[in-house]
């Protein structure tokens, strides 16, 4: 095992880089697929399936991710990862029709599997218990940023230069980012921290645990602790990249669009998205260096599921007030428990298995963001958005008593 250690900074800009540039296409294709099906050589009616086949294979792929990070190297798996995410993109640009798209997303699928849980494993193997938190929201950043910039640039870019030239663009972007972190991302399987995860020595900042138990009762709060992570992973991306941001149309054209406004309701969606990714590449960081100062990943937990299950009772009140407060609030959940439960699974698993763990964690925050919508728009004719949203408050609510349980050892 290498003992040298790594520091954070040295990963995380070529981490992080690759992971954003890696995003150029996928962004860009949700952004201007439902407006440009005639360049991708495809109906309107298969564009749900081709935006949506990525994360049906990823529910097949994460784990086997994981458990690859786990046994071999972590560098020579995130690179090729990269370079398989520029070929995704690549296929958008070359062919035409459902089923190379399809091919391409699937690929695409593959590549994202191996770029998500490899980076979050690596940024996990540098940091210790008393930095994990502001190391891995600094990460969850650079993905914000890059599905920001994918959407923005990308849909500007083809306006500007058309379908096929974007995509090639995205293509060499991600191919960019796969060179930069060959150059310049070191190894990081078997590198030995000071503080290694699982342990509960002084200055262990997980409260999900304690140093004063017996180590039946340390192994019962330790896997409590996981499972909590995974599932507030799994609820989080359910509610907010999946029912929210599957509604959010719906919500400017029902309540906040005025008659006569010279806004229109995309233009006004796309105004929306974009700030609270904002609003969420800033929280992620935030929450997980508060939770470092704090010594408690549980009350930063707390606040962000609290901040969350607020947010979604304002939207479902539906003042034009109420929503945008509503939407900043949700946004700030949705930056710092996804960092959160990243930096926890961290802190509570070894070293040897937090490939897998981090693999299981992306996994339910993948089946939650492709549930999500089906759900909302099964309820929809029955509760309205109202409806929809106070069902989101009641899942953030229920996730609150779950930190308490957990946090008391009931």
């Keep these: 095992m290498n003992s040298t250690p790594i520091r954070p900074n040295q990963v995380l800009f070529p981490l992080g880089l690759g992971t954003a540039l890696s995003l150029m296409g996928d962004a860009t294709l949700y952004t201007v697929l439902p407006t440009h099906t005639a360049d991708a050589g495809i109906t309107l009616g298969s564009v749900g399936i081709i935006l949506s086949a990525n994360r049906a294979v990823r529910l097949l792929l994460n784990g086997p991710s994981g458990l690859a990070y786990d046994r071999w190297p972590r560098r020579w798996l995130f690179l090729p990862a990269l370079f398989v995410g520029a070929l995704s993109t690549a296929t958008y640009a070359v062919m035409r029709g459902f089923l190379p798209l399809l091919i391409g997303r699937l690929l695409w699928g593959l590549a994202w599997s191996g770029i998500w849980v490899g980076g979050a494993t ?164 935030l929450a997980g260096t508060l939770s470092d100062r704090m010594g408690s990943r549980r009350i930063a937990t707390t606040w962000g599921l609290a901040s969350g299950a607020v947010g979604m009772l304002l939207l479902a009140w539906g003042a034009p007030i109420g929503i945008l407060a509503g939407l900043s609030l949700i946004a700030v959940s949705g930056g710092s428990v996804q960092s959160l439960a990243t930096t926890i699974t961290g802190d509570l698993s070894s070293h040897a298995q937090r490939g897998r763990a981090i693999g299981l964690l992306h996994t339910a925050g993948d089946f939650g963001s492709a549930a999500g919508p089906a759900v909302a728009y099964a309820l929809l004719p029955w509760t309205g958005l109202s409806g929809v949203y106070l069902l989101c408050a009641a899942l953030f609510a229920a996730s609150l008593i779950l930190t308490r349980r957990l946090h008391d050892g009931k």
């Design 122 to 285: 690596m940024i996990l193997d540098v940091t210790t218990v008393q930095n994990r938190g502001r190391w891995t929201g600094l990460y969850q950043t650079w993905f914000f940023l890059g599905a920001a910039l994918g959407s923005l640039a990308g849909g500007a870019l083809t306006d500007w230069l058309g379908y096929t030239a974007t995509m090639w663009t995205g293509a060499a972007l991600t191919t960019l980012g796969g060179v930069m972190a060959w150059l310049l991302l070191p190894e990081t399987h078997g590198i030995s921290q000071s503080t290694d995860a699982g342990q509960t020595g002084d200055g262990h900042p997980v409260d999900f645990d304690s140093s004063s138990v017996d180590v039946k009762q340390h192994a019962h709060r330790t896997d409590g602790g996981l499972w909590f992570a995974i599932s507030v992973q799994g609820i989080n991306r359910f509610v907010i990249s999946g029912m929210m941001l599957a509604t959010t149309g719906l919500l400017v054209q029902d309540r906040l669009q005025f008659a006569g406004a010279a806004i229109g309701v995309a233009t006004l969606t796309g105004v929306l998205t974009a700030g609270r990714t904002i609003l969420s590449m800033a929280a992620a960081p």
